[in-house]
Every structure is written in structure tokens, then in C-alpha cells.
Nanobody
Framework: QVQLVESGGGLVQPGGSLRLACAASGSIFSINVMGWYRQAPGKQRELVALISGGGSTNYADSVKGRFTISLDNAKNTVYLQMNTLKPEDTAIYYC???????????????WGQGTQVTVSS
């Protein structure tokens, strides 16, 4: 089993910044990919950003140039630096990880519990 602990959400004014963190622990042999998704009220969950264990990144068009995803392999922790935040960034942000399980050697996905980000004046 793998546990994900998210932190860093909150209320910020438009144009402000927040940094989300998601720490993974448990039966991890290696991390294939970690990422962030978000879900706004009345909308489907959408991809925000992904990073592979090797450092390759992928971003949604709506956040390119404003958000930066990074991975600390030693700590199994993924970060999302969010700058120039807009009201439309308001959502619950979920961490997702795909790991090679150290006990079963199966490739398994896990989700965090979500953290609220609200951008409002």
C-alpha cells in the first residue's frame, strides 16, 4: 500500500502564488509518474501537470508558463508551484502517483485526498 499526504492549499488573491506538495510513502520500489489533477464544482477532473521519475513533464495548456511541477526522488515528493493564479484555477487539487509496488511488483495508481485551492479577492 502507498499513502499520499498533500499540503499547501488555501485561499489566495488573483495574481498570487501557492505551492502544493504531495509526499508518497509505503511499498514503493520506484515511481513511474506523479502528477496533479483538479476538479472544479460541476466540472470533470482534469489533468494539471505530470512528471515522470526521469523528470519529463507535461502541462495542461491552461497552466503552461504559470505552474511548475517538480519531483524530489529522494523524498518521493512532488511539488506544484502555482504562480499568477486566476479565479478559474479554483478547484480541489488531487495528487496522483503511479508506482512499481515493492511487494507485488505490480504497477499501481494511487490518489491523494485532495486539497482546496481558492483564488478570490
Amino acid at each position: 500500500q502507498v499513502q499520499l499526504v498533500e499540503s499547501g492549499g488555501g485561499l489566495v488573491q488573483p495574481g498570487g502564488s501557492l505551492r502544493l506538495a504531495c509526499a508518497a510513502s509505503g511499498s514503493i520500489f520506484s515511481i513511474n509518474v506523479m502528477g496533479w489533477y483538479r476538479q472544479a464544482p460541476g466540472k470533470q477532473r482534469e489533468l494539471v501537470a505530470l512528471i515522470s521519475g526521469g523528470g519529463s513533464t507535461n502541462y495542461a495548456d491552461s497552466v503552461k508558463g504559470r505552474f511548475t511541477i517538480s519531483l524530489d526522488n529522494a523524498k518521493n515528493t512532488v511539488y506544484l508551484q502555482m504562480n499568477t493564479l486566476k479565479p478559474e484555477d479554483t478547484a480541489i487539487y488531487y495528487c496522483n502517483v503511479e508506482v512499481l509496488d515493492s511487494t507485488t511488483y505490480a504497477v499501481l495508481p494511487y490518489w491523494g485526498q485532495g486539497t482546496q485551492v481558492t483564488v478570490s479577492s
